[in-house]
Structure formats: C-alpha cells, structure tokens
C-alpha cells in the first residue's frame, strides 16, 4: 500500500509531505485548487511521462518520491528480487526531473531504467478515471481479472506451461526438419564411404605392417644375396665366428698366465656368442624368405588399395580402422537424428492432444466465470446511476492451434443505454461511465488478486443524491480488500473516508502555492459542510455533515 508521498517544486507545489493509511482516504478542494496534483506527481513516480515545464519556476529540479509496505504482497517482492531491487518488505520510487528536460528514476535507491519503474508502478498502482496506469482497459489484465475471478489462474498456467514445451518441441523439430535434404546427402555419402572401408576388410595388424611387409617382398632378392653372402662369411672355414673362436680360445690361454686378460676373454667370448646369435637369426631370415611374384604383386595392389583410401580420408595407411569406426558414428547419429524426428513428432502431438483438453476446461471455466462475473457487475452499474447499462465478459475464439492463455481472448464489453451495441470498454468515452464501470468490477471481484492500492479520479462524475451515496459504499466496501484513495466533489462520498485530505490553492507574489492537509474530525466536518452548501458554511450545513460522517462510519 502507498505510504508516504513526498513532493518538491512540482508545478505549483512548492513541498509536501503526506502520508496515507489503510482503508479509503478522499480528496477533496475548491475546483482550480489542483487535486489533480496528487495523481500528477504519483503518475511520475510511477514512470509517467515528465518535462521541464513541471518544474516549479525559479527552481531547477522537481523531485517526487512514494514510498510503499509491499511486506504482504508477494507478487510485488518477487518482481523486485528478480530485479535486484528489494529492500525488506519496502518499495520507494524516486522521480527527478530537471528544468533542462532530463529524468532520472530510482527503485529502492538504485538507478534504473523507466521501464522498469512503470512494471513496478503497475503491480502498485491502478488508476481509474485515467488515461495511464488504466490496467482495466488491457485484454490481458482483463483475462487475468477473470481468471483471478473464476479460480482458473492456476489451469491457465498449467496451460502455458504446456504452449511453452510445445513451442520449444516445435522448434527442434523445425530445425531438423530445414536440414533433411542435407542430412539425407550426408548420409548416403557417409554410407558409400562406409561400404568402400568395409569392403577392404581392414584389419589393425595389415595396415600397421603392409607397407613393410611390401618393402621386404619387392627387395627379396636381393635380400636373399645380401643375407646368405653375409651367413657365408660368417661360417666359413675361416670367416668371423671361427677366427672369434679361435682367438678366443688362445686369449683363454693366455688369460692363465695373467688374470689381468680376463676382461679381454668376456670381451671376444661375448662378441663370438653374437656372432653366432647373428647366424641362428639369418639363417631364420632366409627361411622366410622367398622371391614369389605373385604374391609381391598382391602385395602391392593391396597397398595401392590403402593408399587410395587414405588419400580419399586425408589420413595415414594405419589410421583407416579409426576413419571407418568415426563414420560408423556418424551414421548411428544421423539414424539417430531420423528417430529423434519421430520421437519429437510424438511428443509433440501428445501435448496438443494435453492442450485441447486442457484449453476445454479453461474455456467451460471461464464461460461460466464469465456469466456470472457479467451479472454482478451488470447490477453494480445500475445501482452506479448508469439504468439501463450492461456490461459483458467477451470470450472470442482465437485461430485454431496451440495459444498461450488458452483458445480465447478475453474482452470486457460494455453497453451505457438501452437499445445500444455492446462497445469494448476501452472505447467507453465518458470518463465518469468509465470509472463507475471500473468501480463496479472492482467491488465484484475484490476477492480477486489485484494492485494493492486502488486511485478512482472523480468517480462521480455526472451523479448525485442516493446514487453518489451509493458509490461512497462501494467504495468502502471495496476498501475492505485495498487501499483506496479516491478524488470527489461529492459530500455524499468524501463522507465515507477514514482519512480526509484537503488541497488548496493560496496567490503569493511568487507564484500560486498548492498545498495538502490532512484533517481532524473537526476540520473535516467543516470541509464537507462546505461542499454541501459552498462558500458560505451555515450551522445547518455543519449539522448535516456531521450527521452524514456518523452514519457513513456505521
């Protein structure tokens, strides 16, 4: 609720500080006074529009600040949390505005952009008799107000949570579906590709070996020369391992003479078991070994084979295996892809299916949410001084699909005479019919979830007698839920406030001077003495105000 509203050189406002409590506070003043001042400086705080020539002259700013207890409302602490803008249960809004044009808005201390401001002005604030701040004339407050009204709030999010699964399914399935052709070619050339490597029947031992493998089979012949000229050296009657031998044994001898040629001894016996090694290993070598032309030539037609492929995959002989598994996985993907397209076809027609169903309740629902909700407002009206009018919750069908909110769009329709059309509200021209159908829907769906505080400007605008009586009770009534502060001409409705607040106007030599107060019993008697009877206050007008602010407190 609106607790405290500061003011500083705003137009003819020089300072003001006033503070608002629960219930229903009026504002009344002599026509010219300027009560519009109060919505003037709270329609700024809130992020309305602001310029130079609000600045009250000779000064060089206007400042504005509202400062509000949002500890019992939720809604509004959880919109300041996610904007990084709470402050234990409090909302302040700041407004300055130079006298060179420039603004600048603060939440909570803290610089922010109006935009922001006016989103937490509209969890605030609703104004009625206003252009702005009028959330009433929005379709989607509209539909919010009767669902708040039909309890249908919770399965109208429950729908949306199914719009928003069906809109992300939508999505995916689009971006797959754009890239089919392109997939497809991938895939068949993925599969030609696959077939080519699985077909060479690869193998990890062949490719890490072939090119060896082909090396020693086109040199065999010579290798075979080399290697036996090389055994027959080594095993000759006087080749290298019987001179080893030979010189070994005679070292040995030699070795008993003097120790010191032991190291000598290892040294040669050693190099004679190699060498002997050596001939085992050759002789090995060449058994192995033979000069077979056609087993060369598939040799090399193979790694002809392999080379082909490790051109075409930018890749090394014994890295294929590697290469043709990669493909295999990128096959299984794009199939994947194929199934996951089904999968998400399925999905998706599953939530339709989920919210059609859902869309019917919500739609029965608000139908008979509607009906009632048009009655009883219909009857407020009447009892409004509008005989004769008619007011209409419209549910119009949307195009066919799946419709965040639901398959209806809610418009609040309205007709002020008999005979006439039903008209959206918003295009109702009177501004007194205006606020006295707001006020209607307001005390009827004041057990719905609403702004905290309520602001109805001159909401008796063309009635009087028992009918502006009657509005001074609905006004109360519907102080019973939030706070309201209502501006009036009207005895019969400033009667009715539990606080009174009065604007005048005084002519200085600087300039004129707006100022607010707040008034005792005494005063107030006095003030609404003066509405009944003008200028001139009689004993008799004070009698029958007195008596008119007892029976209102009743």
Avoid: W
């Amino acid at each position: 609720m609106l607790a405290q509203l500061s003011v500083k050189n705003l137009a003819v406002v020089e300072h003001l500080d006033l503070s608002f409590d629960k219930g229903m506070s009026v504002v009344t003043g002599e026509t010219g006074a300027g009560k519009s001042i109060l919505l003037q400086a709270l329609n700024l705080a809130l992020g309305g529009r602001g310029d130079s020539s609000l600045v009250r002259h000779g000064k060089d700013k206007a400042e504005v600040s509202a400062s509000f207890d949002v500890m019992q409302h939720k809604k509004i602490q959880n919109y300041l949390k996610e904007q990084s803008l709470e402050d234990d249960g409090e909302c302040i809004l700041r407004r300055i505005i130079s006298s060179d044009g420039r603004s600048k808005a603060f939440v909570n201390g803290v610089s922010v952009p109006l935009s922001i401001v006016k989103s937490v002005g509209e969890l605030l604030i609703d104004m009625h008799g206003q252009n702005e701040h009028q959330l009433l004339l929005r379709n989607d407050q509209q539909r919010q107000l009767l669902d708040a009204y039909a309890n249908t709030g919770e399965l109208c999010a429950q729908l949306n949570k199914v719009v928003a699964q069906h809109k992300k399914i939508t999505t995916q399935i689009d971006e797959l579906t754009s890239h089919q052709d392109a997939r497809l070619q991938q895939q068949e050339l993925l599969g030609h590709q696959l077939k080519e490597l699985e077909d060479a029947a690869l193998s990890e031992d062949e490719l890490n070996s072939i090119e060896s493998d082909f090396k020693t089979s086109a040199n065999a012949a010579t290798l075979i020369e080399k290697t036996s000229s090389i055994l027959s050296r080594l095993e000759s009657d006087t080749g290298v391992n019987t001179q080893l031998l030979n010189l070994n044994h005679e070292l040995s001898q030699a070795q008993e003479m003097d120790d010191k040629l032991s190291q000598a001894v290892e040294l040669l016996s050693s190099a004679q078991v190699q060498a002997q090694e050596g001939v085992y290993e050759l002789t090995h070598y060449l058994s192995g070994l033979s000069v077979d032309e056609q087993s060369a030539s598939e040799l090399e037609d193979r790694l002809s084979e392999f080379h082909d492929l490790s051109r075409k995959h930018n890749c090394q002989i014994p890295e294929l295996l590697k290469v043709q598994e990669k493909i295999q996985a990128q096959l299984d993907e794009i199939g994947g892809g194929a199934s996951s397209l089904d999968a998400l076809n399925t999905e998706r027609s599953e939530l339709k299916d989920n919210y059609q169903k859902t869309a019917q309740r919500l739609t029965k629902a608000r139908a008979y949410g509607a009906k009632e909700l048009s009655d009883l407002v219909t009857q407020s009206m009447q009892v409004l001084g509008m005989p004769g009018s008619e007011f209409m919750v419209g549910l119009v069908p949307k195009t066919e699909g799946v419709q965040l909110n639901g398959a209806e769009t809610v418009d609040f329709l309205v007709k002020t005479n008999m005979g006439q059309d039903f008209k959206a509200l918003k295009k109702v021209a009177s501004g007194g019919e205006l606020s006295r159908i707001s006020l209607a829907i307001s005390v009827v769906s004041s057990d719905s979830e609403y702004t905290p505080t309520l602001i109805f400007d001159e909401v008796d605008v063309g009635i009087s007698g028992a009918v502006a009586e009657v509005v001074g009770q609905k006004l109360k009534e519907l102080s019973r839920h939030y706070q309201v502060v209502c501006i009036t001409h009207l005895a019969q409705v400033a009667s009715f406030g539990h606080q009174h607040l009065r604007v005048s106007k005084t002519q200085k030599e600087t300039g004129a001077k707006t100022t607010v107060e707040r008034l005792s019993d005494v005063d107030r008697v006095s003030e609404v003495a003066r509405i009944l009877s003008g200028t001139t206050v009689s004993d008799k007008a004070r009698k029958a105000a007195a008596e008119m602010i007892t029976k209102s407190s009743n």
